[in-house]
């Protein structure tokens, strides 16, 4: 399934009626631009540190994350003896991507941006597409969005670094 951008903004209010640690997971991916898998799967041990580095699970590549000082202390204050988001059923392991994804479309279904739904292909990559598009409008570089994204090919770094032009257009043409 494509996940839709959508804008800042809206982001984070969506962010706002979600279960408090999906929140916090989603607001983690949309700082780091980690995928959500990789957000859950940190270990409390590890993001004790602010500062690690993150061994991505689809690529294998590693990638250094920073979580802002806010934020880090949101996490940890919740966070349980091995996982950050541990699983409700079992605290031995993480919180599954299924999990954040339900509750983001139980939020997404209550919104409406600019007089439309939002779009039907919101998921937890779509915070990750955030991150890309802000990362391409500070530096401007599509070289530096796709180093933070460990992307391999330039052609997907610019799909996610211009989400927000392509899905403009789409919304012009009505899809």
Not at 32 to 46: F, H, M, Q, S
Not at 87 to 95: G, K, L, V
Not at 160 to 171: F, G, N, P, Q, S
């Amino acid at each position: 399934m494509r996940a839709d951008y959508v804008p800042r903004d809206a982001l984070r209010l969506l962010l706002t009626a979600l279960m408090p640690a999906n929140r916090r997971a989603l607001e983690v991916s949309e700082t780091t631009g980690l995928r959500i898998g990789d957000v859950l799967a940190i270990r409390t041990a590890e993001m004790s540190r602010k500062r690690w580095t993150v061994r991505e699970s689809k690529t294998g590549k590693g990638k250094r994350v920073y979580i802002p000082d806010k934020l880090w202390r949101e996490c940890m204050q919740h966070a349980g003896e091995v996982y950050v988001w541990p699983s409700r059923s079992d605290p031995r392991r993480h919180r599954t991507r299924q999990a954040v994804y339900k509750d983001l479309r139980r939020v997404a279904k209550m919104y409406r941006l600019d007089g439309r739904k939002l779009r039907e292909h919101i998921s937890p990559h779509t915070a990750r597409k955030v991150y890309a598009v802000e990362q391409y409008r500070a530096s401007g570089s599509m070289q530096r969005v796709q180093q933070l994204l460990n992307h391999s090919d330039e052609a997907v770094t610019m799909l996610y670094a211009m989400a927000d032009v392509m899905t403009d257009r789409r919304l012009k043409r009505g899809r």
